[in-house]
């Protein structure tokens, strides 16, 4: 644009300083000019600013990412150790459950061979209520089990 108003103005025989036709004009032009450079710098400054604040919620959004992998990760941490936990308490209740029903088949047999050979009442019935609360106590243990094997399964 400049350039074409130098070729539209000069004759070479005079210097252009003196044109004020050109001169008037050539200034017009270099404030467009430096109209468009300052809205270009202006935008350019805009521009930086959104970027900035992208960068900086780019950079929170990291930080809570970050800080929700380590709290799953401690909690899933936690779960697993509470896993380990049920079943160390699985396996103990089902040995005492295994212990308990041996204990009740050997008193089975017990009252059965003391029934057999004629024994006294008395011991009769000391026995059926031992074998009783064997049996209430596996049922107890039974429970516990099933518990135990729910806790499991989550």
């Not at 005079?14 to 017009?28: G, P």
């Not at 026995?127 to 107890?140: D, H, M, P, S, Y």
Request: with cysteine.
């Amino acid at each position: 644009m400049l350039l074409n108003l130098v070729d539209k103005h000069w004759s070479r025989e005079r210097s252009l300083h003196h044109n004020n036709n050109f001169l008037s004009q050539a200034v017009q032009i270099l404030s467009m000019m430096e109209d468009d450079i300052s809205s270009r710098e202006a935008e350019v400054r805009t521009l930086r600013q959104e970027s900035d604040a992208l960068n900086i919620q780019a950079a929170t959004r990291e930080e809570e990412h970050k800080s929700e992998v380590r709290n799953l990760s401690a909690q899933l941490e936690t779960a697993c150790s509470g896993v380990g936990k049920h079943k160390e308490k699985l396996r103990i209740v089902l040995e005492e459950n295994v212990a308990l029903q041996k204990r009740l088949i050997k008193l089975e047999g017990h009252y059965l061979k003391s029934r057999m050979k004629g024994s006294p009442i008395t011991q009769i019935k000391e026995a059926q209520t031992e074998v009783e609360e064997l049996r209430k106590e596996i049922e107890g243990l039974k429970v516990k089990v099933l518990e135990a094997e729910k806790v499991n399964g989550l």
